[in-house]
């Protein structure tokens, strides 16, 4: 046990004496390779703070805020798209637990994501009445923008007369997009942003018309005069399929809205008939699949007549 005590203890002075001399050998260069990195941190994270644009986040749930105007208020927004899927499966499982007790886990377990999307689909329809807005608005901001190309103003300064004069939305996009170039950021990551939170496939052909005047030249006026007039001839075809598909929107709804309204007629007219069905655990289930159902083929007939132009 001596012996073997002695031998590692031995083994381990060896070492430690190896390690000194080793580290005395190159103990200079150790010290100069951990200031040289001490000097790159303090240099990466003064760059950092010289860094005033905030990244961009790029999730859905991000994505889906900046179309509809509600970046600012992205941490607010995932709270309560959580508090929606809870609150979604807890009501959709009290529901089960009151008609069918038995699938009251399977209700809270299928009621989170079903709340989690209807908070999405509330947000999407947010972002698609605000893009329609600015869609809407864009020949009337191009029309400006040609009037001050023809003056002889730069781009710098027709974002500043759009953010000037337009109606909102679109003015607060023109708005902070000026900003950003104010601030020194560059133009094609101004307008890419833009391009983002401006889902329109007629601003995407503005930048691309604008990059292409920066980089060979050309009249730009004229470029951007005929995006707006065939945005206008675009919202006429629009309107023109909007008249023609009326009748066929108007017969899908009645259809769709007809089982229910059948439904509550026949119980209103005799109860006696509806009750003993809804009273069977097996028909609450069947009855919840048909609603269901019935959602599916009404979504497909307003499909079927909505044309996008």
Known sequence: MEVGMMTFIAALTVGLLGMALLKSGHADELSRLYKHKRKMAEKNQEDQEDDIFVQQKT?????????????????QMKTTWICCAVGGGLAIGLFMAL??????????????????AGFVF???????????????????????MVSSLRAGSPILECFKVIADTSPDPIRGEFKRGLISLQLG??????LKEMCIRIKAPDFRLLTQA?????????????????IADAIRERFKLRDFLA?????????????????????LITYCATPGYIIPFLNHPVARIILLLLIIWELIGFWILMKMTTFEV
């Open 210 to 226: 604008v990059f292409i005047s920066q980089e060979v030249g050309g009249n730009l006026a004229d470029v951007v005069a005929t």
């Open 122 to 144: 509330y947000l999407s329809q947010v972002a698609k009445k605000r893009q329609a807005k600015m869609t809407e608005q864009l020949p009337q901001v191009l029309e400006t």
């Open 99 to 116: 008609s069918v007790p038995e699938l009251s886990i399977v209700g809270f377990i299928l009621g989170i994501p079903v709340g989690a």
């Open 59 to 75: 999730g859905y749930l991000a994505h889906l805020l900046a179309l509809a105007g509600l970046e600012s208020k992205y941490d």
């Open 243 to 263: 008249a023609l598909t009326s009748q066929g929107k108007a017969t899908a709804a009645f259809i769709g809205c007809l089982p229910y309204g059948i439904t």
């Open 185 to 190: 950021k560059p133009f094609k990551d101004t």
